[in-house]
């Protein structure tokens, strides 16, 4: 089909939820509170690590990061909905659609990136505990994180080149509240059979990969506990990594179930919603409430702060 000028999409119209009607400031509010409480209690996360020597480990250092992609994350995404929700839908120039969709998917790859390499930092502190040290030293930690870092923009890099090479000759409205993957893909008029593949290929090492590194980790890391004699010991030792399965499972278990309802787009919705939203929110909740650690340095960070005040 060849290219005219006069028929490409410039502007791609967001419908977001055309059916709260008399919730819709309901929900905005919600949004707003989660929105709020997202930034903040990630913010205290990476001022409470930053602040307590104690938490000067690779698995808390690991958490900051975690932290900032949720920052991002939330950033990208919410203040758009906001929009949507208050006016009934939204448009968005199509460079900021493609803009949205590129760190959208950068922070998304890279959260996949960063929990395989704190499931990793977590084999080694309890299956290699007296090699833990010379293993993931602060060089190591600051190399991994920063590779991660370069890797996860490159390659998003690349797939959303591809995707502003298609064609976009209209309609331009996407019945969704931010600009995925395939809801792009659906307004294309060239053929989109080969980023599609290159789609499933980074899919691979960048999605697929850090899943079996975590697994196998964890299957290394129940194997070790099981052996220890006392039940005292073992659940001490489980604490230690509980806090990052459940994150795993957050974020591994919302994701999946997307492609469990692949043609029900208002189920979609709701579970976009989940790995967007709510899992940002209950990321620094989850490491909070069951790390004695950040509790006992955050009570010290607060005593300080009265004394100051």
């Known amino acids: 089909m060849p290219y005219n000028n006069s028929n490409t999409v410039t502007e791609i119209v967001l419908l977001g939820f055309p059916n709260l009607q008399i919730y819709k400031i309901c929900f905005f509010l919600l949004l707003l509170l989660i929105y709020c409480v997202t930034i903040c209690g990630n913010l205290l996360i990476i001022l409470v690590v930053s ?148 789609d499933i290929i980074l899919i691979i090492p960048f999605a697929i990969s850090p899943f079996i590194i975590i697994v196998v980790s964890y299957v290394y890391i129940i194997l070790t506990i099981l052996k220890i004699p006392s039940v005292t010991g073992r659940q001490k030792t489980f604490s230690t990594c509980s806090s990052h399965l459940a994150v795993v499972s957050l974020f591994y278990g919302s994701l999946l179930s997307i492609y469990l309802f692949p043609n029900k787009q208002n189920v979609k919705k709701i579970l976009s919603l989940l790995y967007t939203v709510v899992t940002p929110l209950l990321n620094p909740i989850i490491y909070s409430l069951s790390n004695r650690d950040i509790r006992k340095a955050f009570i010290k960070l607060k005593r300080k702060v009265s004394l100051f005040y």
């Not at 602060?138 to 923009?153: A, D, G, M, N």
């Open 51 to 198: 602040y307590s020597r104690s938490l000067h480990s690779p698995m808390y250092f690991f958490l900051t990061q975690l932290s900032a992609l949720d920052i991002l994350l939330s950033t990208i995404i919410i203040p758009l909905i906001l929009h949507v929700v208050l006016y009934d839908g939204s448009s968005v120039s199509f460079i900021g659609c493609l803009i949205q969709f590129y760190f959208f998917s950068a922070s998304e790859t890279m959260e996949s990136l960063l929990l395989s390499v704190m499931s990793y930092d977590r084999y080694q502190a309890i299956c290699h505990p007296l090699h833990y040290t010379l293993v993931m030293d602060l060089t190591f930690c600051i190399k991994s994180v920063l590779l991660c870092w370069v890797v996860t923009f490159a390659i998003v890099l690349t797939l959303s080149v591809s995707m502003s090479q298609l064609w976009f000759c209209g309609p331009n409205t996407i019945d969704h509240f931010f600009c995925d993957f395939d809801p792009l893909l659906e307004l294309s008029c060239s053929d989109t059979f080969f980023i599609k593949l290159e």
